[in-house]
């Protein structure tokens, strides 16, 4: 299951939209002798790596049609192709040549193969070689198909989102345009409101009528988490009960990653409250956070309601989970908001700042804060 930054969430559900869930759109898969480092001349030479993009000709009027250029995000590439059908709806109204480009380090464009995530190669996993990356596959396949003249717009969603915006500023002889969908730019600087992601989960859960009693439900279902956790091996496994786990709470500091495991589900699927079942993150059924909320309030026993809308998330739409694993199914790492790539745990410890945790004033969650301090120890 892919795991993806999580951005600013109704924005994102705008980009990601779907005619039709699973939706199939035609593309062939090419690769880009991209350089490996554009701005040393003298740490790699000339050396290249196979840089993978899609693309899409059956929409194009050739020549000046412009051509829509999606910049890969922290996944493998055709997951952004497969649920962004925003560029494939339009393509066809502008005549458009659609470029999914896939980003360094992941996917199929591993700078340097199975040996990227070493210690002396992951260096270059940096935004300034993504958006050179990108600047210079835009031009090279302009050339190619001989299309100097057509105009290019940049799409991303998320830290795709970004992306999109960042080439348009560093690379404005590139692309006339960029659409950036849920790109947190200034959260990602550092700056601006860092509680402003879990107060969004928290709102977009409070706005299911059909449940009103959701998030306070929730909140009872913190609360009975952690009164049961005091009382020794009896509380201990009747949480584990709930929540259905393999290996039944031992300690502390297992209740610690249970509650984290509750929040990234919850948080996760407010990102992904798609009106039609999607794939995208996890195989869920439409309006999931409504789902959730569904299973949450249908419970007499708000602990169990809780279990059963978390479950949700990791197990999905006809599951094949037989237990919980809380450890498999969500590792820490330095992105509160979840991780699950070697590729982004970096790149959250170095150039993308991400929120901190929860406290329980602005958000649905019980405390659990996160430093820098912090961030910088759950490095993997
Ligand atoms: C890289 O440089 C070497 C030595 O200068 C040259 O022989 C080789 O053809 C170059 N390779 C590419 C792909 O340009
Ligand atoms: C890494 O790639 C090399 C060369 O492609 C291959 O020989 C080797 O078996 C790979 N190692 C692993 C652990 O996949
Ligand atoms: C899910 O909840 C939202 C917010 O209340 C509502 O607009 C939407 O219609 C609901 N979807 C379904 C299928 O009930
Ligand atoms: C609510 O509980 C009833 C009785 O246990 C069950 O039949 C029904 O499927 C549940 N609904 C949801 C949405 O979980
Ligand atoms: C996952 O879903 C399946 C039904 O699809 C169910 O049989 C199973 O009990 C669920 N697993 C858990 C841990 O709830």
Same mark, same amino acid.
């Given at each position: 299951?892919?795991?993806?930054?999580?951005?600013?969430?109704?924005?994102?559900?705008?980009?990601?939209?779907?005619?039709?869930?699973?939706?199939?759109?035609?593309?062939?898969?090419?690769?880009?002798?991209?350089?490996?480092?554009?701005?040393?001349?003298?740490?790699?030479?000339?050396?290249?790596?196979?840089?993978?993009?899609?693309?899409?000709?059956?929409?194009?009027?050739?020549?000046?049609?412009?051509?829509?250029?999606?910049?890969?995000?922290?996944?493998?590439?055709?997951?952004?192709?497969?649920?962004?059908?925003?560029?494939?709806?339009?393509?066809?109204?502008?005549?458009?040549?659609?470029?999914?480009?896939?980003?360094? *380090? +992941?996917? @199929?464009?591993?700078?340097?193969?199975?040996? =990227?995530?070493? !210690?002396?190669?992951?260096?270059?996993?940096? %935004?300034?070689?993504?958006?050179?990356?990108?600047?210079?596959?835009?031009?090279?396949?302009?050339?190619?198909?001989?299309?100097?003249?057509?105009?290019?717009?940049?799409?991303?969603?998320?830290?795709?989102?970004?992306?999109?915006?960042?080439?348009?500023?560093?690379?404005?002889?590139?692309?006339?345009?960029?659409?950036?969908?849920?790109?947190?730019?200034?959260?990602?600087?550092?700056?601006?409101?860092?509680? *402003? +992601?879990? @107060?969004?989960?928290?709102?977009?859960?409070? =706005?299911?009528? !059909?449940?009103?009693?959701?998030?306070?439900? %929730?909140?009872?279902?913190?609360?009975?988490?952690?009164?049961?956790?005091?009382?020794?091996?009896?509380?201990?496994?009747?949480?584990?009960?709930?929540?259905?786990?393999?290996?039944?709470?031992?300690?502390?500091?297992?209740?610690?990653?249970?509650?984290?495991?509750?929040?990234?589900?919850?948080?996760?699927?407010?990102?992904?409250?798609?009106?039609?079942?999607?794939?995208?993150?996890?195989?869920?059924?439409?309006?999931?956070?409504?789902?959730?909320?569904?299973?949450?309030?249908?419970?007499?026993?708000?602990?169990?309601?809780?279990?059963?809308?978390?479950?949700?998330?990791?197990?999905?739409?006809?599951?094949?989970?037989?237990?919980?694993?809380?450890?498999?199914?969500?590792?820490?790492?330095?992105?509160?908001?979840?991780?699950?790539?070697?590729?982004?745990?970096?790149?959250?410890?170095?150039?993308?700042?991400?929120?901190?945790?929860?406290?329980?004033?602005?958000?649905?969650?019980?405390?659990?804060?996160?430093?820098?301090?912090?961030?910088?120890?759950?490095?993997?």
């Amino acid at each position: 299951m892919a795991r993806l930054f999580q951005a600013t969430i109704p924005v994102l559900l705008a980009l990601y939209s779907l005619p039709f869930a699973m939706a199939d759109y035609p593309y062939k898969t090419m690769y880009f002798d991209q350089t490996i480092d554009h701005f040393n001349f003298k740490s790699h030479g000339n050396q290249t790596f196979k840089q993978r993009y899609l693309i899409t000709e059956d929409y194009w009027k050739g020549g000046s049609y412009p051509i829509f250029v999606y910049t890969g995000n922290e996944a493998d590439i055709t997951l952004f192709l497969q649920n962004t059908g925003f560029l494939y709806d339009i393509a066809p109204q502008f005549g458009a040549l659609v470029i999914f480009a896939e980003h360094r *380090y +992941y996917g @199929e464009s591993l700078p340097f193969g199975n040996q =990227s995530y070493t !210690a002396g190669n992951v260096g270059l996993l940096a %935004i300034e070689q993504v958006l050179a990356d990108y600047a210079t596959l835009i031009q090279g396949v302009k050339k190619q198909l001989k299309a100097d003249n057509a105009p290019v717009v940049a799409f991303g969603g998320s830290y795709g989102g970004m992306l999109s915006a960042y080439l348009r500023f560093k690379y404005p002889n590139v692309v006339v345009g960029a659409i950036s969908s849920g790109g947190p730019i200034i959260s990602a600087a550092g700056i601006g409101s860092q509680t *402003y +992601y879990f @107060e969004d989960v928290t709102k977009i859960f409070n =706005s299911v009528e !059909a449940s009103p009693r959701c998030v306070p439900t %929730i909140k009872q279902g913190f609360a009975k988490i952690s009164e049961l956790a005091m009382q020794g091996r009896a509380g201990l496994d009747q949480i584990s009960n709930a929540f259905r786990l393999c290996n039944p709470l031992q300690t502390q500091s297992q209740v610690h990653h249970l509650l984290l495991w509750i929040r990234n589900s919850l948080a996760t699927l407010t990102t992904v409250n798609y009106p039609y079942p999607a794939a995208f993150e996890g195989n869920l059924p439409a309006w999931p956070v409504n789902v959730s909320c569904a299973m949450i309030t249908n419970s007499s026993d708000p602990l169990q309601g809780l279990a059963d809308g978390s479950i949700l998330f990791y197990n999905g739409t006809h599951g094949s989970l037989k237990c919980i694993d809380i450890y498999g199914e969500l590792m820490e790492c330095s992105d509160a908001t979840g991780c699950g790539s070697q590729g982004w745990d970096y790149q959250v410890c170095t150039e993308v700042t991400r929120p901190a945790g929860t406290n329980g004033v602005t958000d649905m969650f019980p405390s659990l804060p996160f430093t820098e301090k912090m961030r910088e120890r759950t490095i993997v």
